[in-house]
């Protein structure tokens, strides 16, 4: 049977005489003839952005990348959410993807099929974007980073409450509470937590701080220190304030208490650290509902718990389901010649 979707180093769509990829995990061998579609700026997704193929990204998406990496990048078409593009007979629609901010999936409509690529996606209202918005298609690619029925995350309310609550504490204990991330995407959610909801004074590593800069410049309006500024080192020696940083245990503050934020908090136990189950991602509900809405022929799931979600998929909803096929190396070679 002809497999118009598969994976090779990123997400590969035969859409006829279009070459199509979709968040290459690679840039090597992708040319001017190359379309690259880019969902986020999570650094696993952003390979593209260094190719000379043609790239397709949000501005917000483009800019996060490049306060991080330090570059500019060239060719790059803008995108945002709503917008239509055609690249010769396929059409390409840009949906919200909830994951960060900026981040976007892609709707194709291709002479013969449809299909959605996700990326990263997450199925709730946050501080700093909204919900995954869902579209039928014939075709649907999507993540399965906590497709497990054991990854279920309380309300996101609740983890707010709970990361406020302890971080109080801390701070009446001459504490200074520590959350340790990435740069992008839920840093920025945990700073404006704080900013909406207390008083208490964020100071971020630069990196972050970084990243902070490039997400007000797209109206997030967030209020923090960069711990490199003088202000920064003040606010961190007097106290009294949040610390969120990227870096490890060798340059943390003697007083920090750490803690982190992520999705596997759910199960596992981390010693030393404070945990709360805040994630940028869908949980495993969260998934099974989204797939059921979008209710396609087929489900491909590139990343996480591939054969467990599809099988889940197939005994409770019925939809065919697999791991995204890995399309061989020639075909990439090939690809659109034939
Ligand atoms: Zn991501």
């Known amino acids: 049977m002809h497999e118009p979707i598969g994976w090779n180093s990123g997400v590969v769509v035969d859409a006829g005489s279009s070459r199509l990829i979709f968040d290459p995990t690679s840039g090597r061998r992708l040319g001017e003839d190359w379309n690259v579609f880019i969902t986020h700026a999570h650094s696993d997704h952003t390979h593209g952005f260094t190719t000379s193929a043609r790239k397709h990204s949000t501005s917000e998406t483009l800019r996060i990348y490049e ?27 840009v949906l919200n993807a909830g994951h960060m901010l900026g981040s976007c999936q892609f709707q194709l409509f291709a002479p013969n099929f449809s299909a959605v690529y996700t990326g990263d996606i997450n199925c ?14 014939d075709y649907l690619i999507i993540e399965g980073t906590y497709g497990h029925p054991s990854y279920v995350f309380p309300r996101r309310s609740t983890i707010y409450a709970d990361i406020i609550r302890w971080t109080m504490t801390e701070i009446g204990e001459g504490k200074l509470p520590t959350f340790q ?3 992008s995407g839920k840093p920025q959610d945990i700073v404006r937590l704080f900013n909406v909801y207390t008083k208490v004074p964020v100071v971020c590593a630069p990196g972050i701080a970084r990243a902070n800069g490039a997400h007000n410049e797209n109206g997030l309006n967030l209020e923090y220190l960069d711990s490199s ?29 750490r803690a982190v934020a992520t999705g596997w908090a759910v199960r596992q136990a981390y010693r030393s650290f404070a945990s709360f189950p805040l994630s940028s991602h869908a949980d495993y509900d969260q998934l099974m ?43 990439l070679l ?5």
């Open 67 to 93: 306060s991080l990496s330090k570059r500019t990048v060239k060719n790059n078409h803008t995108v945002k959410v709503g917008d239509r593009t055609r690249i010769d007979d396929t059409e390409i629609r």
């Open 124 to 137: 709730v209202d946050t501080l700093t974007t909204l919900a995954a918005e869902h579209e039928p298609c």
């Open 229 to 257: 500024t003088a202000d920064g080192k003040r606010a961190l020696r007097a106290g009294g304030c949040v610390y969120v940083t990227t870096t490890g245990r060798d340059h943390m503050p003697r007083n920090a208490s």
């Open 289 to 331: 509902q989204f797939v059921a809405e979008v209710n396609p022929k087929g489900v491909y799931i590139f990343t996480g718990y591939t054969d467990i979600l599809s099988a889940q998929i197939e005994r409770k909803l019925g939809i065919k389901a697999g791991p995204l096929p890995l399309l061989a190396q020639t075909k």
């Open 334 to 338: 090939d690809f659109g010649r034939c």
């Open 181 to 183: 991330v990435y740069s």
